[in-house]
Structure formats: structure tokens, C-alpha cells
């Protein structure tokens, strides 16, 4: 199984991230493989608060985004 980390799940949904072009491809073809992938409630929930701050990102993303991001395996 792989487990993702906060800043895997954030450079994989943030297309302004700079490693976005690395992370995003990798986890949707992750997604789309035969092995299991997840991650803890912890780190899913903590993809929130850098996601949806204006402070990090001059284009926060909604609440709604990083949700829908999380449930991906649900």
C-alpha cells in the first residue's frame, strides 16, 4: 500500500505548486494502478488549513476542493 504525505497530496492538487508536473501525473496514475493508495485521516485533514490559505497560495483553493481530494478513495 502507499500512503501519501501532506506534501505530496498538496503538490499533487495545487497546479501552482512547483512540483505539481511530478506529483500530480504520479498520483493519478497511482489512483488508477492495481496497488492499494491512501492516507492517514491525519494527513488528510492537514492538506486543509496550507490549501485554503491565502497566505500561502495567491489562489487558495475552496474547502470544497481539498475535500473532494481527500474522499478520492471513499
Do not use: K
Not at 10 to 26: C, I, K, N, Q, T
Amino acid at each position: 500500500m502507499i500512503i501519501c504525505d501532506v506534501n505530496v497530496l498538496l503538490f499533487a492538487m495545487r497546479v501552482d505548486s512547483p512540483h505539481h508536473e511530478l506529483y500530480g501525473p504520479w498520483l493519478e496514475d497511482a489512483l488508477q494502478g492495481n496497488e492499494a493508495i491512501g492516507g492517514s485521516e491525519l494527513a488528510l485533514s492537514s492538506v486543509i488549513r496550507p490549501a485554503t490559505n491565502q497566505r500561502v497560495s495567491s489562489r487558495p483553493s475552496c474547502v470544497d476542493e481539498v475535500l473532494t481530494l481527500a474522499l478520492l478513495d471513499r
